[in-house]
């Protein structure tokens, strides 16, 4: 094999091309061997803490792939003033041009390229800085060059807070995330992130998800370059947009991967798209490792790619504290089989998330996704994943269900929840949300309640390109991010206010109305279902009860009713699986156990089929099973113990919802001298949009917040819509609580109280 400077990837085509330059680096050892380093450049002599200073340097040695670091691996090793050593992994570089050309990014080298290390320097003082390089000939070591690093102003890398749900920087300042998705581009490439972050960080917003997989202008691993190979120019072109990013303030959760190019057949709206597996590199039919999807799971070569891509990850990206987090995945519940991979999947995230540990000196935070808002608790409990996350679409009453679904994660696994992403149901009547919400009533909502709830940052909205920036809703986040400025998340010991919500002329009682909740929107529903008569859920997730097949799932679901009056529960039984059975218990005492065959021809179902992948037959039932409540609070239990799953398309309570208070969400926080609320009229949202009702003011109502010592205190309200506070109002509290008279409630309105 000859000897070769680089092996370079730009826009997918292989180039050899030479570094060029000077003499020998100088050996540590003073012997010759190993790979040459030649012609170390820093690049700068002093830097402030925190800051990059990166090695360019040319380098000589036997290899065939420069990002295989099997063949040819090449560290920096940064001596601190206190003698400790750092290793900050070495990475290929190829220096780019952008331009835009009828709309269109058009990206070209320049010049040679050449390798570089990138660091940041954590204290103040002399380091030193030498370049390790080995491959099948040897190592080599260069002599050390000095550079000295200056005390600065920077925060420091982000942190989980101990003892909290919240995170901090290294120096203590808490970090509460205020942000949204910028996952991709489209042609303009980096141009629209020249447009985006700014506009983002002029608002007060600090934070966002961006992909670096299945994202055509960022992508380093593609069909292009092949398994194992990265496309220089698209790394070059995310510099660009972390560089952006930082100069605007905005942190960014650092997606890794995605999918979607595992999917034989990817689906938008129950339509098919595209066939990705077919371009996916590592499909052995492209030149890579895997001949089904699930061996990148299964195999030693799967995984090795992976453990590859994260080094040249780090190695690139991992100096800059504005890196909020590594996401190992986007949505890992797209994945082709996934159900019957968990167990692999565990281990995977255990193993990855250690490479990043090992990597990664700045040690920033790891985390990943579901397609859902509860994942699955086999990766969740994991304790290499440092914060939990959920993506909810399917909800339209944002204020009150959003919380709801947060303190649920945060009560499962202890750890700092997140809202990855959100959006109403994923259904073509929604799509348009520049017309349907033009004003942004649904991302106001979700924004300020889950600033308020104990959430570890607002819910990050997905529709970025195509709603946020043409409709200008940035102006939404800038009231929250002043109201946000000065609140000690991370010292305050917040804990979910308890409050109670009354009327200071109570209104005329109003009969109990039919309550119809269809199960096709929304998280699934597991656990404990709390149905609240005063203020019940506008629908349901997916109702499926699992049978034996899925042994880890089958688990009951308790439905919690309050019934003024007695009545029925009504459930509409769909699709079964197989053989289901079906149980029900009231209060622990059996009332019910039904059986739901599914076969081939006639039988008690509608309709049946024979599903070709799974083998299995499926029925369609359409079928009510009632069971009878009595008035007052009951748990209803239901439990499959059959074959396979049953499906419940419907729940209907006849008689039961009833509304005696003012029709108002409120979540709030309160800790050592300071209480947060935020109180939404109830009909200020997009459930009213779509059913073209106006949000009725309302006037009159009362807040009762306990938690509070009694005496004195000062409540301040804030303008939601401006991010104007009112001059403090002096109050006492008694024993019982702070009433608090609400201002007339058109959309929603938020306070600090103080004592």
């Known amino acids: 094999m000859q000897k070769t400077a680089a092996l370079m990837l730009v826009a997918g085509t292989a180039i050899l091309s030479g570094c060029g330059g000077g003499g020998p680096g100088p050996l540590a050892n003073g012997q010759p061997g190993g790979p040459d380093v030649r012609d170390i450049r820093l690049s700068a002599g002093t830097v402030p803490c925190c800051e990059r200073i990166e090695v360019t340097f040319a380098l000589t040695a036997e290899f065939a792939n420069a990002f295989d670091p099997r063949e040819i691996q090449v ?42 290390v990138r660091f940041s320097p954590t204290v103040p003082g002399a380091w030193q800085i030498r370049i390790k390089a080995r491959d099948k000939t040897g190592e080599s070591m260069t002599r050390p060059l000095t550079f000295t690093a200056t005390p600065s102003q920077a925060h420091g890398y982000i942190r989980r807070a101990a003892g909290t749900n919240y995170f901090r920087y290294d120096d203590g300042t808490p970090f509460f995330p205020i942000g949204e998705n910028l996952a991709w581009t489209n042609k303009r490439g980096t141009y629209n992130f020249d447009d985006w972050l700014p506009a983002a960080g002029q608002a007060g917003m600090n934070f966002a998800r961006i992909w670096l997989q299945w994202n055509e202008y960022l992508s380093i691993e593609h069909k292009g370059t092949g398994a194992g190979r990265y496309d220089l120019a698209n790394a070059w072109r995310m510099d660009h ?173 202890g750890r700092p929840h997140l809202f990855g992403e959100f959006g109403p149901p994923l259904r073509a009547e929604y799509m348009d949300l520049r017309q349907l919400d033009p004003d942004g009533v649904h991302l106001h909502n979700a924004i300020w309640s889950t600033a308020l709830c104990g959430t570890a940052g607002t819910a990050l909205s997905w ?46 009682p109003a009969p109990p109305q039919d309550l119809t909740l269809e199960c096709k929107d929304g998280p699934q529903v597991v656990g404990t279902l709390v149905i609240d008569s005063a203020d019940p859920p506008d629908g349901l997730g997916r109702f499926y009860l699992y049978g034996r097949a899925q042994k880890d799932q089958q688990n009951p ?10 009545g029925p529960l009504v459930l509409r039984i769909g ?45 369609d039932y359409d079928k009510d099973v009632v069971v009878d409540i009595p008035a007052g609070k009951h748990q209803v239990e239901l439990y499959n113990a059959g074959a396979d799953g049953i499906t419940i398309d419907r729940l209907t309570l006849p008689r039961y919802a009833a509304y005696p208070g003012p029709k108002i969400n409120g979540v709030g926080l309160v800790g050592k001298h300071l209480a947060l609320l935020w ?50 109002v002096r109050m006492q509290a008694t024993d019982t609580g702070l009433p608090i008279d609400l201002p007339v409630l058109s959309s929603s309105v938020a306070c600090k109280v103080r004592w």
């Open 575 to 619: 699709r079964v699986w197989i053989h289901g059975i079906l149980n029900i218990k009231l209060d622990g005492t059996q009332l019910l156990c039904q059986e739901f065959p599914a076969g081939e021809g006639k039988g008690p179902w509608a309709h049946s089929e024979f599903n070709q992948e799974w083998k299995i037959w499926g029925a």
């Open 241 to 413: 947009v972390l560089d952006t990013a930082r100069q605007n303030g905005i942190h960014v959760l650092f997606t890794c991967d995605s999918p979607e190019p595992y999917q034989k057949e990817h689906y938008w709206l129950g339509k098919l798209t595209a066939k990705p597996w077919e371009n996916c590199p590592h499909n052995a039919v492209n030149g890579g490792p895997l001949k089904d999807p699930a061996e990148f799971y299964t195999t030693e070569e799967g995984h090795r790619l992976i453990r590859q891509r994260l080094r040249y990850i780090v190695a690139r990206w991992g100096w800059d504290p504005n890196i909020f987090c590594w996401e190992l995945w986007n949505e890992l519940s797209c994945f082709p089989g996934w159900e019957k991979l968990v167990p692999e999947i565990a281990k995977w995230h255990v193993e990855m998330a250690g490479v990043l540990r090992e990597l990664d000196p700045n040690r920033h935070l790891v985390t990943t996704s579901f397609s859902n808002t509860y994942g699955h608790e086999d990766i969740w409990k994991l304790p290499e994943l440092d914060f939990v996350q959920s993506h909810s679409y399917g909800v339209l009453r944002m204020g009150r269900d959003l919380p709801r679904y947060s303190r649920d994660m945060m009560q499962r696994y």
């Open 463 to 508: 529709w970025w390109d195509n709603y946020v920036h043409p409709n200008n809703l940035y102006r939404l986040y800038t009231p929250l991010a002043r109201f946000c400025r000065d609140v000690p998340w991370t010292t305050a010991d917040f804990k979910p206010a308890q409050a109670s919500l009354s009327c200071i002329v109570p209104p005329e």
């Open 679 to 728: 109180l939404q009229n109830r009909d200020y949202d997009i459930k009213a949009i779509v059913e073209k009702r106006e949000a009725v003011p309302i006037a009159g109502a009362r807040v009762m917040l306990q938690g509070i010592p009694a005496g004195a205190c000062t409540v301040e309200w804030w303008d939601t819509a401006t991010g104007v506070a009112s001059p403090p």
């Open 75 to 116: 560290d920096g090793v940064f001596r601190s003033p206190k003698g400790k050593d750092v290793i900050m992994p070495a990475f290929l570089y190829q220096d780019c041009e952008r331009s835009l050309v009828e709309g269109q990014e058009q990206v070209k080298a320049v010049g040679v390229p050449s390798w570089k």
């Open 557 to 566: 679901i308790t439905i919690e009713l309050n019934r003024a009056e007695p």
